[in-house]
């Protein structure tokens, strides 16, 4: 994906290094486009939990070069089992790696995502200019530049301004009307941690599930880590205002809505303190009909985040980065053009991955009461003793992307 000769060379400003903002300026500067890639975290932020490539996400890192590295760093799961309280595993459901049909919970392509995010560094990192512990507080624009005001009281003149900084996308914020509510919420939260491994932590997930809405999945990822979610089903203002709180403010209030859930919390909240990292966060989708606004675009989560449930939220960062750097490889005398085709292109792809999360079938999941916890366990231990998960992901024609392709770059 490169430009023809003669073509003119955008000065690109990307707000956010995360997986998005960094696929993008891969490709971008194979465009022969002069890039700058601002984080407002001091360095690389190359942690979080376990993410996932699957269909066209999985094309678009083959397309990048880059498959094999991430080959070299999959986690290994081999798939999931739901356990009763005393860890017995009552129905598992083993990753498809048949290379047909479509992934089941776990995907082929498991992988950390501070692991991801070092290897789109590695290959950006050259031709790309990093600038961390700096943000964009504010933008101004005309016909022929946009101005970005960083959080260093300096200001920098550019052609394009990327905001690929995430959900909660100040970026966003600016280029949408006051008081617009770009969220869709399920009425499901998250907070995930690292824990010591445990001789009987194994390379199988295990979810258990507990009365009132809670689940709580356990993965390991290296010899020394174990990986704890907890899963709260709850539509109140007090769990959707708990994200924005302090770290210690979050953990009390996940402690206490898990503290009488059974299995293995104890050991989980335990280590919750001394975790290296702590992440709270609702689970929702970015939902607009605006992705960018003259010379200011969106990508990724900041675009259109479809939530873990959707399983492509990294997929879809990386698809978004390549049919956004495609379009404007092909236009970069007319951002009008590129900009309303990356549109174009992209909606369809987005609408379908974000339409897999079907919060009825969310909450099927996430039972209220112990009769429905073990209905939903007997009903999915049946399912894997006539192989049902197994045979459907075997014999379905399309993943969790649909039968969208990636667009064939028109530069090469």
């Not at 530049?145 to 920098?156: E, M, N, R, Y």
């Not at 960062?317 to 490889?329: M, T, W």
């Not at 999915?380 to 998960?389: D, E, G, N, R, V």
């Amino acid at each position: 994906m490169t430009q023809g000769s003669g073509t003119r060379s955008l000065r690109v400003l990307i707000a956010g290094g995360g997986v998005a903002g960094q696929a993008l300026a891969f490709w971008l500067t194979r465009g022969g486009h002069r890039v700058t890639v601002v984080e407002r975290f001091p360095a690389l932020r190359a942690t979080g939990a376990q993410v996932d490539l699957r269909g066209q996400g999985i094309e678009a890192v083959r397309r990048m070069g880059l498959l094999d590295a991430v080959r070299g760093k999959l986690v290994d799961e081999k798939g999931v089992a739901f356990v009763d309280a005393r860890g017995k595993p009552k129905a598992t459901i083993m990753a498809n790696t048949s290379g047909q049909g479509r992934q089941t919970l776990t995907s082929e392509y498991e992988i950390m995502r501070g692991d991801l995010i070092r290897i789109l560094n590695e290959a950006t990192r050259r031709d790309a200019a990093y600038v961390f512990g700096k943000s964009v507080d504010g933008f101004e624009q005309d016909e022929h530049k946009v101005v970005a005001h960083f959080s260093d009281g300096s200001s920098g003149a550019f052609d394009l301004l990327v905001g690929a900084d995430g959900q909660g996308s100040r970026i966003r914020r600016a280029i949408l009307p006051e008081g617009f509510d770009p969220y869709w919420r399920v009425g499901i939260h998250m907070a995930y941690w690292f824990v010591p491994r445990i001789e009987s932590d194994s390379d199988i997930r295990e979810t258990y599930m507990a009365p009132g809405g809670r689940q709580i999945m356990r993965r390991s990822h290296n010899p020394t880590e174990t990986q704890v979610y907890f899963v709260l089903r709850e539509e109140s203002e007090e769990a959707s205002a708990i994200h924005r709180e302090p770290v210690g403010r979050q953990q009390e209030f996940w402690a206490s809505r898990f503290r009488d859930a059974g299995w293995q919390t104890e050991r989980f909240i335990e280590g919750m303190r001394s975790s290296p990292f702590f992440y709270s966060q609702e689970i929702a989708q970015v939902r607009t009909d605006t992705w960018s606004k003259g010379r200011v675009v969106l990508a990724g989560d900041a675009a259109h985040c479809a939530s873990p449930y959707s399983g492509m939220g990294i997929s879809g960062g990386l698809v978004g980065a390549y049919v956004l750097a495609d379009e404007l490889n092909r236009h970069p005398d007319d951002l009008p053009t590129a900009l309303a085709n990356y549109d174009t292109v992209l909606r369809p792809f987005v609408n379908h991955i974000q339409a897999e999360v079907n919060p009825r079938l969310l909450r099927l999941g996430m039972p209220m009461t112990r009769r429905a916890v073990d209905a939903f366990q007997a009903v999915t231990a049946l399912a894997c003793f006539l192989h049902i998960p197994d045979l459907v992901a075997r014999w379905s024609k399309e993943d969790r992307g649909g039968d969208w392709q990636l667009p064939r770059a028109r530069h090469s």
